[in-house]
């Protein structure tokens, strides 16, 4: 009969090569497992004190020569080990995770490998030396069994040679530090565990020694705990309070392993979980958590680098096994954080009163503990706002229709009323607090500004129209190809001067687009789009009332006899009713004789601008002036000084503030 052929060179070609260090030592690691398992087998529960494991390797930037070797002192190859060895698919060590592939690793990683090993026989201690090869056939070569006087007992000694140009020779690290990093976070679960070997590990001119080396860097360790879970049935965790070198080579500082028969097959970082960053005295201290399981063994590949399961079944188990017992863990440094946590709340709610649904208590109750990103907290807080909304408005769809039924008695009519109107006042509410908000922001903005004018007379920087005018002109030029156009801005913050002004659209000036439009191009006076010329702006497409406003620049005193705000604005008037000038859309203006006219002049009332408006009506509060002429024009001229302009917009804001009950603070905001 014939049977199907092996062909162990394709076989070995089609395992997964490596994708980072993890996977390029993993050769490395399978011929480790094995000699701690091996000296398990044959010392019991003295493998602690009699079992012995060396492993040296020799690395450099280039990786030229990459060397490593592993001897121990457990059974050696045996009858039935050599057995299972040469046999592909062994089940020999099944029921500790044996997968039977280890050694094919070796032969995808290396291009050179030597075995000897010692081993007991029915006529004494036996020697066994081979070079082990990939290839077809005769994988195991120049082979000599001799009997070994000399040996005190049974031994295992693999070296290794050269590495591969199949992904391991660029993944495999090339400092020590990074091997010993490695190694340690790999063989974590097994090193702090009763039934570990003595592990003496050597890179270079360094050394370290396993499991003593570990107590160095584990200051808190728990005994290990299970957690009954429906989905996963058993796990294991063991958690450690470690110094931050134990993750010096991650990415990230806090970590659960997952492990897989007593192999770390995934670290998983929970950084963003707990929100710290390290703890503890000096800051140094870090955790790390160690997860076993029946669920977990099963459900690994079988070169045991990856489970089988998808990645979301990663960040369940830590989210529903793993993190009450972490946070119970690390209660202390979680309590601090918990007070940072809490003023971060407590300031983006001052900043966006909007997602203020709750007191501060059940505002973090909404947020994961440990996370201090302003912006993960605000999603957090605005995605729990938005599903209250979503519960409001289904109250207030309830209540209409319980109103439009023909059931509805007035005990009934009045609840749903009150019900209702109390749903609406709060998101309203909310709403209201965090524009007012913003609107502090934007008379913060200008009151600084105005202050570094005034303290500079010359053509500051901060006169600069790409500063002040993003908040008071509501007009922008846009570059069309070669050319560029005036047009009336998306928003603006007009109202700091008139109520009237918040939803006004720009639409004319005094002086011609295009020259508006070239005053961009020059460096030099960008600020003329703001000062010295008159801007026209209309509440609606009606022409029954039109707004003007004029901005003198702060802390002027000398004007031309042409700046005179009255004649100026006067003049404007007459040329908006000629009918001969176009709006910023290039469409002609055309205003009838009931049109009102409503002007604003914002100035510092000193000079000859006080001169010339001595003999104006004074406004109520005495520190303005007011003209309104008999004939010309319907409609008035207000002089607005500037400090009484950020005054007068304080005191208006502040009926908001007082009605929506903040503090007015923001993440902008100095005071």
């Known amino acids: 009969m014939t049977s199907l052929r092996p062909n162990l060179v394709k076989r070995i070609e089609r395992l997964p090569k490596p994708t980072n260090v993890a996977g390029a030592m993993q ?51 045996s009858p039935e ?51 082990f090869v990939l290839a077809v056939d005769d994988q195991i070569q ?104 134990a993750s010096a080579d991650l990415k990230g500082s806090h970590f659960i392993h997952f492990i897989a ?9 929970i950084d963003g979980k707990l929100g710290l960053k390290t703890f503890g005295p000096d800051n140094r201290r870090v955790f790390h958590g160690i997860l076993t399981g029946e669920f977990l063994d099963s459900h690994v590949n079988q070169e045991r680098t ?31 954080l918990s007070g940072s946590q809490r003023e971060i709340i407590e300031l983006i709610t001052e900043s966006y009163p909007s997602v203020a649904f709750g007191d501060p208590d059940e505002l973090q109750a909404k947020v994961p503990s440990g996370e201090l990103s302003h912006d993960a907290i605000y999603g957090h807080l605005s995605r729990e706002r938005f599903r209250r909304d979503l519960r409001q408005a289904e109250k207030i769809k309830a209540v209409l229709a319980r109103l439009k039924g023909t059931d509805a008695d007035p005990a009934t009519f009045a609840a749903a009323i009150a019900e209702a109107s109390q749903a609406i006042e709060e998101a309203e509410r909310r709403s209201l607090a965090e524009y007012v908000v913003r609107r502090k922001v934007v008379l913060d903005f200008i009151e600084v500004l105005l202050e570094k004018v005034g303290d500079d007379d010359r053509d500051s920087s901060y006169q600069r129209e790409d500063i002040l005018h993003s908040f008071i002109c509501p007009v922008r030029v846009n570059t069309i190809g070669d050319g560029r156009r005036v047009e009336a801005s998306a928003s603006h913050d007009l109202w700091i001067v008139d109520e009237r ?15 508006l439009a070239e005053a961009v191009k020059s460096d030099e006076r960008p600020d003329v789009l703001i000062f010295d010329y008159v801007h026209g702006l209309r509440q609606t497409d009606s022409d029954s009332k039109v707004l003007l406003v004029e901005f003198k620049r702060p802390g002027r ?45 914002v100035a510092d009332i000193v000079g000859k601008l006080d001169e010339w408006t001595y003999s104006w009506q004074r406004t109520p509060d005495g520190r303005g002036r007011v003209y309104r002429p008999d004939s010309g024009f319907r409609g008035s001229i207000e002089l607005v000084g500037w400090d009484a302009l950020l005054a007068d917009a304080r005191a208006r804001n502040q009926a908001f503030f007082d009605y929506a009950g903040i503090s007015g603070k923001s993440f902008f905001g100095t005071s």
């Open 557 to 601: 005193t000398t004007y031309k006899d042409a700046d005179n705000p009255q004649l100026q604005v006067q003049r404007y008037i007459r040329q908006l009713q000629s009918g001969r000038l176009t709006d910023v859309k290039g469409r002609p203006v055309q205003l009838n004789e009931q049109t009102i006219f409503h002007c604003f002049v």
């Open 27 to 77: 050769p490395l690691f399978e011929a480790i497992s094995n000699s701690i398992h091996s000296t398990q087998a044959r010392f019991g529960d003295s493998v602690a004190e009699r079992g012995r494991v060396v492993v040296t390797v020799e690395t450099s930037r280039q990786k030229e020569d990459v060397r490593a070797t592993v001897e121990d002192n457990g059974e050696g190859l």
């Open 142 to 245: 120049n082979e000599e069994v001799t009997p070994a006087p000399d040996a005190t007992g049974p031994s295992f000694h693999v070296s290794f040679a050269g590495l591969r140009s199949n992904g391991y020779e660029a993944k495999f690290p090339g400092r020590g530090s990074f091997v010993f990093q490695h190694l340690t976070s790999h063989f974590l679960p097994s090193f702090i565990g009763n039934r570990c070997p003595q592990v003496k590990v050597i890179v270079g001119g360094d050394s370290r020694r396993y499991p003593a080396d570990i107590d160095k860097i584990v200051h808190r360790r728990e005994p290990e705990i299970e957690i009954t879970t429906e989905a996963y049935g058993v796990l294991k965790l063991t958690m450690m309070e470690c110094d931050k070198s």
């Open 261 to 269: 028969h007593d192999r770390t097959v995934h670290s998983q970082s």
């Open 501 to 515: 002004l918040t939803f006004a659209r720009y639409f004319s000036s005094d002086v011609d687009f295009a020259t």
């Open 81 to 131: 080990n050599w057995e299972a060895f040469t046999t592909t698919d062994t089940d020999n060590k099944i029921a500790i995770g044996g997968k039977g592939v280890g050694r094919l690793l070796w032969l995808d990683c290396f291009e050179a490998i030597q075995v000897e090993s010692v081993f007991e026989t029915d006529e004494g201690l036996m020697r066994r030396r081979f070079d």
């Open 306 to 336: 990856a489970f089988l399961f998808e990645d979301a079944v990663i960040d369940r188990i830590i989210n529903e096994a793993c993190a009450p017992q972490v946070e119970k863990f690390l209660a202390e440094p979680l309590a601090l």
